[in-house]
């Protein structure tokens, strides 16, 4: 099912109203990503029950260093729990198919406010911007796959970003493949997101062709399976040498190309200019040194 059917019974409700509220993330100030958020009515007072609203991730609470949009829930229920304290909770949640960086809206013509060429003083300060229906659907359809067979369970990926959020790492092993990939969906976007959608090695940003790969793979080690210092982001090319073992990081992140005869002469063409170099690394959580010893003395081609 696509994000705006997902909407649909409250896109066709004349009494939905829209919005946009900024999140810091897990834990800060009570939220929850996905599952409530908090506010103060006295400051602003406009969103209810059954209205839907659209996460941004602000510059200064992103690992990217920009802020981002990465999904859409349904306010279920309003809560009063204190004076002055609204808690929210709800009946419907989205992550996008990949998260909607400043950078992806440069061209986004916006209804509900003019921008005036830079995005200072945009949103609100509170937190919260009213936006239009018209605004919300654009930004749904800006976040659906261009094409993409895969199916995730939107419910086990909510379920791996939270269990990432509270640095809960491990991931079960589960009968069901559609819910694997989900947790593995859920990593990928947070890696990618940590390194600004950049392959670490060669610097490409072409996101259809990036992959949170992971150091450990997921089959080896259940207790690492969601920890974004067990991530690397690579282009595909890189990753699947990197799965392979004809490349590696070393634990002072610089890249090493596998000297062995097996690798075909154009592989090692492509891989050999990188040998030696520093690695890409993120703000935040950078590859831990015991995972990067991991590969390098079992999946490495010595």
């Known amino acids: 099912m696509g994000i705006l059917e997902y909407f649909a019974e409250e896109l066709i409700n004349p009494q939905t109203s829209y919005f946009i509220f900024d999140t810091k993330g897990s834990g800060i100030h009570g939220d929850i990503d996905f599952k409530k958020y908090e506010w103060s009515p006295s400051k602003y007072n406009l969103a209810k029950e059954g209205d839907v609203f659209i996460y941004r991730r602000p510059r200064r609470s992103s690992v990217s260093g920009e802020f981002y949009f990465f999904g859409a829930c349904k306010i279920g229920k309003l809560n009063l729990i204190r004076n002055d304290r609204y808690e929210a909770s709800f009946s419907k949640a989205y992550p996008f198919n990949e998260p909607l960086r400043k950078s992806d809206l440069e061209g986004f013509k916006w209804v509900w406010k003019t921008r005036s060429g830079t995005w200072q003083n945009f949103f609100n300060q509170y937190g919260m911007n009213k936006i239009t229906k018209t605004d919300f659907e654009n930004l749904l359809r800006l976040s659906e796959p261009k094409l993409s067979d895969e199916v995730i369970d939107t419910e086990s990926e909510i379920m791996a970003i939270q269990s990432i959020q509270r640095q809960d790492y ?123 010893s991991y590969h390098q003395t079992n999946i490495f081609i010595r």
């Open 170 to 292: 491990s991931a079960e092993d589960s009968i069901s493949e559609t819910k694997v990939r989900s947790q593995q969906k859920a990593f990928s976007d947070k890696i990618k997101l940590n390194y600004g959608f950049s392959c670490a090695v060669c610097g490409m940003k072409t996101k259809e062709l990036l992959v949170g790969s992971h150091i450990i793979p997921w089959a080896k080690r259940k207790d690492c399976r969601l920890d974004p210092g067990n991530g690397i982001c690579l282009c595909v090319l890189h990753d699947k040498a990197f799965d392979c073992g004809y490349i590696t990081v070393d634990t002072v992140y610089q890249l090493k190309v596998s000297k062995s005869d097996s690798i075909d002469g154009i592989l090692m063409k492509h891989l050999a200019p990188f040998d030696g170099r520093p690695i890409q690394l993120p703000r935040k959580d950078k590859p831990k040194t015991e995972y990067l």
